[in-house]
Nanobody, 127 residues
């Protein structure tokens, strides 16, 4: 299984920006569809954004569309989440996740679709 390590979280004021990174181990990173999820205190882990293994498809949950951008750099084995116009409702632990290699984009927003998870990085947005 691929190993995932997130970084880039922190404390930011409302309206600010952060870029999260997720570094993956292994030589076959380019074959993994990747996603970001988040979990706020007392809530279930929810889908944020998805990028296909070819980077040809990206999907977002409605609350972050137009503000967040998911991207990948296969040469660096890294997937990113650029977060702009942050608001306090974005406060959560953010997790990256990987699907099986070359899998389709079906059910991209389901936690059960992902085989590997990182340890998470905390994002706190102050008002």
């Amino acid at each position: 299984q691929v190993q995932l390590v997130e970084s880039g979280g922190g404390l930011v004021q409302a309206g600010g920006s952060l870029r999260l990174s997720c570094a993956a181990s292994g030589r076959t990173f380019s074959s993994y569809p990747m996603a970001w999820f988040r979990q706020a205190p007392g809530k279930e882990r929810e889908f944020v954004g998805y990028i296909s293994w070819s980077a040809g498809s990206t999907y977002y949950t409605g609350s972050v569309k137009g503000r967040f951008t998911i991207s990948r750099d296969n040469a660096k084995n890294t997937v990113y989440l650029q977060m702009n116009s942050l608001n306090p409702e974005d406060t959560a632990v953010y997790y990256c996740a990987a699907r099986r290699p070359y899998s389709s984009s079906d059910y991209y927003d389901r936690r059960s679709s992902y085989m590997s998870w990182g340890q998470g990085t905390q994002v706190t947005v102050s008002s």
